[in-house]
């Protein structure tokens, strides 16, 4: 009989042993199934950039899929953000655009300043990284004060690579990269709203506070090849008269002194909405040539999407501020369809501080990043990845890839639930 008890155990251990390792594969494979499906994701968002982001576009969040997209018997969605969350616990979906963020290797002091959760001193101390001397700015560290941490490194004193570089920056903890916003999914997590019980510490405001992480990028760009420099007097006629007739053409450089635009890198305007005041053009008219034209022959590096653009981000802008940002949403929000050119900010901001805007806003994005969230078979398997696509060069790129998967479960309640329910159903 203790014979017979013995071998009914061994037998029973060893069944439950079973019944582990074939839960622990069928995890496995469902992780691959996830994995597979953000791989297809990452192609689908390569094709819809191919094909809907030329020529700086943002493509339209209606005219590619977002949310649930069936792969086999996976599932992904893209993690997005917009400036109109209705329901700030549950996120939005689509791709991110690059240039609605401030770059780190382009911003000045006083616009890294005005961040959500900035320090003057990180602030100072971000200039210090990226600049190309050892002399520490006011409030900010250089190479001395780096040698003093465990362990010690030295200041970069060079172009920010990545935005997770920040973490190595004097004064940058996590509360001020992260903020509530503990998974970087940008909506209001359960754990982000119950005070001190569960990281991250928050106020318990039913309201996310997001830190800066989500404000910043270092991959914004726009290409100035192929196009029309209006400081050549001589390329600008000829790209005028494609659009306008002669004599309309010939108005419009009669605005400027003989000489002026001119070539030569004698330039006399600096950015385009200088150069469509000074031209006397109607909105209409500079919208038709805006994309043909550039104040320069090289790359710009750090534009911000007045479109896309964030209230936060706006309100860094000088001739912007926190008094013009919502003004600038609530036109974009009523005006969609006048949003052509950065003429548009002319109807919300005065001269002066439109001018004061111009060298730092464009109406063109050539990088986003697709977050990409995915399960597998039983809503098994869940898997995140971040990429960004850039799209400069033409053919759209993969310029950085992170896994995010640590961070985990990033798609809110609502899906959750709706997983868990067709599960049910099966």
Same mark, same amino acid.
């Given at each position: 009989m203790w014979v017979a008890f013995g071998l009914v155990a061994l037998a029973l251990y060893f069944a439950q042993s079973m019944t582990y390792e074939l839960r622990a594969s069928d995890n496995r494979a469902a992780s691959l199934e996830a994995e597979q499906a953000i791989e297809g994701a990452a192609r689908y968002v390569a094709y819809t950039l191919k094909t809907l982001g030329t020529n700086g576009a943002v493509p339209d969040l209606l005219s590619y899929q977002r949310e649930g997209i069936v792969v086999g018997t996976a599932q992904y969605w893209l993690i997005g953000r917009t400036a109109q969350q209705t329901t700030p616990t549950e996120p939005f979906f689509g791709l991110v655009d690059e240039a609605s963020k401030l770059n780190l290797n382009t911003a000045t002091l006083e616009m890294l300043e005005m961040l959500p959760r900035m320090t003057p001193e990180l602030a100072a101390a971000i200039i210090d990284w990226r600049d190309t001397d050892s002399t520490p700015s006011q409030g900010g560290a250089e190479s001395e004060t780096y040698q003093r941490l465990q362990p010690a490194y030295n200041c970069k004193n060079a172009p920010f690579e990545t935005v997770d570089e920040l973490r190595l920056v004097m004064g940058a903890d996590m509360d001020t990269l992260y903020g509530e916003d503990?998974?970087?999914? =940008?909506?209001? &997590?359960?754990?982000? /709203? &119950?005070g001190n019980i569960l990281p991250p510490f928050d106020n318990r405001d039913s309201r996310l506070d997001s830190g800066i992480l989500d404000f910043v990028t270092v991959y914004s760009r726009q290409p100035s090849d192929n196009r029309t420099n209006v400081n050549s007097r001589q390329d600008l006629s000829a790209a005028l008269q494609l659009k306008f007739s002669t004599t309309r053409a010939n108005e419009i450089l009669a605005k400027f002194p003989q000489g002026g635009p001119r070539g030569? =890198? /004698?330039?006399t305007m600096t950015n385009l909405l200088m150069f469509y005041y000074q031209s006397g053009m109607t909105v209409d008219e500079f919208n038709q040539v805006a994309t043909?034209?550039? +104040?320069?022959?090289?790359?710009?590096?750090?534009?911000?999407?007045?479109?896309?653009?964030r209230a936060e981000v706006l309100a860094c802008i000088p001739g912007i501020g926190t008094d013009n940002a919502q003004s600038l949403i609530s036109y974009r929000q %009523? %005006?969609?369809?006048?949003?052509? %050119? +950065?003429?548009? +900010?002319?109807?919300?901001?005065?001269?002066?501080?439109?001018?004061?805007?111009?060298? $730092?806003?464009?109406?063109? %994005? $050539?990088?986003?990043?697709? &977050?990409?969230?995915? +399960?597998g078979h039983f809503s098994r398997g869940y898997c995140r990845v971040k990429y960004i696509f850039d799209t400069s060069e033409g053919t759209p790129k993969i310029r950085y890839r992170q896994d995010l998967t640590r961070l985990g479960w990033a798609l809110g309640a609502v899906t959750q639930q709706k997983l868990q329910l067709a599960k049910d159903l099966r």
């Amino acid at each position: 009989m203790w014979v017979a008890f013995g071998l009914v155990a061994l037998a029973l251990y060893f069944a439950q042993s079973m019944t582990y390792e074939l839960r622990a594969s069928d995890n496995r494979a469902a992780s691959l199934e996830a994995e597979q499906a953000i791989e297809g994701a990452a192609r689908y968002v390569a094709y819809t950039l191919k094909t809907l982001g030329t020529n700086g576009a943002v493509p339209d969040l209606l005219s590619y899929q977002r949310e649930g997209i069936v792969v086999g018997t996976a599932q992904y969605w893209l993690i997005g953000r917009t400036a109109q969350q209705t329901t700030p616990t549950e996120p939005f979906f689509g791709l991110v655009d690059e240039a609605s963020k401030l770059n780190l290797n382009t911003a000045t002091l006083e616009m890294l300043e005005m961040l959500p959760r900035m320090t003057p001193e990180l602030a100072a101390a971000i200039i210090d990284w990226r600049d190309t001397d050892s002399t520490p700015s006011q409030g900010g560290a250089e190479s001395e004060t780096y040698q003093r941490l465990q362990p010690a490194y030295n200041c970069k004193n060079a172009p920010f690579e990545t935005v997770d570089e920040l973490r190595l920056v004097m004064g940058a903890d996590m509360d001020t990269l992260y903020g509530e916003d503990a998974n970087l999914n =940008g909506i209001l &997590d359960l754990n982000e /709203n &119950d005070g001190n019980i569960l990281p991250p510490f928050d106020n318990r405001d039913s309201r996310l506070d997001s830190g800066i992480l989500d404000f910043v990028t270092v991959y914004s760009r726009q290409p100035s090849d192929n196009r029309t420099n209006v400081n050549s007097r001589q390329d600008l006629s000829a790209a005028l008269q494609l659009k306008f007739s002669t004599t309309r053409a010939n108005e419009i450089l009669a605005k400027f002194p003989q000489g002026g635009p001119r070539g030569g =890198g /004698n330039a006399t305007m600096t950015n385009l909405l200088m150069f469509y005041y000074q031209s006397g053009m109607t909105v209409d008219e500079f919208n038709q040539v805006a994309t043909m034209l550039t +104040v320069t022959n090289a790359p710009i590096e750090g534009l911000i999407n007045i479109n896309t653009a964030r209230a936060e981000v706006l309100a860094c802008i000088p001739g912007i501020g926190t008094d013009n940002a919502q003004s600038l949403i609530s036109y974009r929000q %009523s %005006s969609p369809d006048k949003l052509t %050119s +950065v003429a548009w +900010v002319t109807e919300v901001l005065s001269r002066e501080n439109a001018l004061k805007a111009a060298p $730092y806003i464009t109406t063109e %994005s $050539y990088q986003f990043t697709a &977050d990409i969230a995915a +399960v597998g078979h039983f809503s098994r398997g869940y898997c995140r990845v971040k990429y960004i696509f850039d799209t400069s060069e033409g053919t759209p790129k993969i310029r950085y890839r992170q896994d995010l998967t640590r961070l985990g479960w990033a798609l809110g309640a609502v899906t959750q639930q709706k997983l868990q329910l067709a599960k049910d159903l099966r």
